[in-house]
């Protein structure tokens, strides 16, 4: 397996994995200077997400009409110069509006990254290539808290943002060297009234329930959202079943295997991707830690995570997809549940047992489970 494409893929989608959580350590600095509440500010976060829920539908599409390699690289730069417009910023309005762009950007890259390395790697590769690929999904999150802790405290948040630059061009060269070129694909026309309905549906969804758990607005805006998102998105179910082809082809469904790992990878994804906002948060306001020290202590699932992808492909064919997936969430479940009994009297090596053993469950599962869906 050539290795430097799940590498150089890894690095773009690590720069969008941790840029997502690296932004909640710095928000009551940036807040002080725009001039605004930290609970305001947490509508730079949903407008990031709801940037994601409206052009991830899309870019399957894109890949194929424009190539896959050219959209990829396209994607890193919206994403650096939305990092850059981020920086730049004076007022509440304009941060937002550059964190949708950034937004933008990192909706094309994680999608078309995947679909880079799926049209050019071997099915009997895939684990590996899957192992190397998922560290950032586990890793970016853990480590953007003592990053972003880091740089709040030492520095300044602007960068945060800035430091998106040069990695951001680190990856466009690498990819213009290195990756293969995926070929575009005969497509038909996109589906304008499905891409206007997940739009609807996602946005509205995703931004309803993120105005309901943070009062920023009143509730009604978000009670509202939700309901017509969700509207939309019964909408789009009616479209898709009469569309010759629809923009999310909901036919995949049907592959037991696909529908399984596309299910339960959702399911664990919801717990799992919890964990590093809401860990930092406690430790920082329930246990009287620093944004830095919290950072150092959740930093402990990454370690699990990468020495995992060592081991991943052996174990897995010593043991089998089935055996390896069942252990993995059971653990992954139990230590994501043990969480909720730590307690200030907690000493601080069990907490960080408990997290290095769930980084190793939870990096066993997402390997598992998306090489199984990708195969």
Request: net charge positive; glycine share 10%.
């Given at each position: ?45 949903t407008s990031y997400m709801v940037a ?185 179910l009616m479209h898709a079943r009469r ?105 601080i090596l069990v907490i960080m047992g ?22």
């Amino acid at each position: 397996m050539n290795r430097i494409v799940p590498l150089i893929l890894a690095v773009a989608l690590f720069m969008e994995q941790m840029d997502s959580t690296v932004i909640a350590t710095a928000l009551p600095a940036i807040a002080a200077d725009l001039g605004v509440g930290p609970i305001t500010l947490k509508l730079a976060l949903t407008s990031y997400m709801v940037a994601l829920a409206i052009f991830i539908p899309v870019s399957g599409w894109m890949a194929d009409r424009y190539g896959a390699k050219k959209i990829f690289r396209i994607a890193i730069m919206v994403f650096v110069v939305g990092s850059i417009l981020c920086a730049v910023s004076g007022s509440l309005l304009s941060f937002i509006a550059a964190r949708f762009l950034q937004g933008m950007g990192g909706a094309m890259m994680t999608p078309v990254g995947r679909l880079v390395l799926l049209r050019t790697t071997k099915r009997s590769e895939l684990v590996s290539a899957m192992a190397l690929l998922t560290i950032p999904a586990l890793v970016g999150p853990l480590t953007g808290p003592p990053v972003g802790g880091f740089i709040t405290t030492y520095f300044s948040w602007h960068w945060i943002f800035l430091i998106n630059v040069p990695i951001g061009f680190v990856g466009v060269w690498l990819s213009t060297l290195y990756l293969p070129e995926v070929a575009p694909v005969e497509t038909a026309p996109i589906d304008l009234k499905g891409f206007f309905y997940t739009a609807i549906a996602a946005s509205g969804i995703v931004f309803g329930l993120s105005v309901m758990s943070l009062p920023a607005l009143p509730i009604e805006i978000g009670v509202g959202a939700t309901i017509i998102g969700s509207l939309a998105a019964v909408l789009y179910l009616m479209h898709a079943r009469r569309h010759p082809n629809p923009l999310l082809d909901l036919a995949l469904f049907r592959n037991a295997a696909f529908r399984i790992s596309a299910l339960s990878g959702s399911i664990f994804r919801i717990a799992a991707g919890a964990i590093p906002f809401l860990m930092p948060l406690m430790l920082q306001l329930g246990f009287g830690m620093t944004p830095f020290e919290s950072g150092l202590v959740t930093f402990i699932g990454a370690i699990g995570a990468i020495t995992t992808k060592v081991l991943a492909r052996r174990v897995f064919a010593a043991a089998g997809f089935r055996s390896v997936l069942i252990i993995a969430a059971i653990s992954g479940a139990a230590t994501t549940a043990s969480n909720a009994f730590f307690t200030p009297a907690t000493p601080i090596l069990v907490i960080m047992g408990i997290l290095l053993i769930a980084g190793f469950c939870r990096s066993f599962f997402f390997t598992g489970i998306n090489s199984l869906g990708y195969a």
